[in-house]
């Protein structure tokens, strides 16, 4: 069983910063690609960010200029630093991870979600 677990969300005023965390365990072989993707309420779920194994990025439009993701490989880990937040940031925010098992099953991976609001 793999489990993703996100960090770092929480509350914070516009123009602000945060970085989120998502480290991933369990039987991994190794993790193809990366991201962050993000739910606001009455709306769908929308890719944010990704990054492949050799940390080749896209971003949203919404997002390039503010956001940066990285990854970690040795800790099986991805990350999202948020600058110059706006009220239109606030959302859930899950990672997701292409895995390739222990087994060698490949397959997408999800984490819980970290809520993230951005408010005066």
């Known amino acids: 069983q793999v489990q993703l677990v996100e960090s770092g969300g929480g509350l914070v005023q516009p123009g602000g910063s945060l970085r989120l965390s998502c480290a991933a365990s369990?039987?991994?072989?190794?993790?193809?690609?990366m991201g962050w993707y993000r739910q606001a309420p009455g709306k769908q779920r929308e890719l944010v960010a990704t990054i492949t194994s050799g940390s080749s990025t896209t971003y949203a439009d919404s997002v390039k200029g503010r956001f940066t993701i990285s990854r970690d490989n040795a800790k099986n880990a991805v990350y999202l630093q948020m600058n110059s937040l706006k009220p239109e940031d606030t959302a859930v925010y899950y990672c997701?991870?292409?895995?390739?098992?222990?087994?060698?099953?490949?397959?997408?991976?999800w984490g819980q979600g970290t809520q993230v609001t951005v408010s005066s």
């Open positions: 369990g039987s991994i072989f190794s993790i193809n690609t």
């Open positions: 997701n991870a292409d895995i390739i098992r222990l087994d060698y099953h490949l397959y997408t991976d």
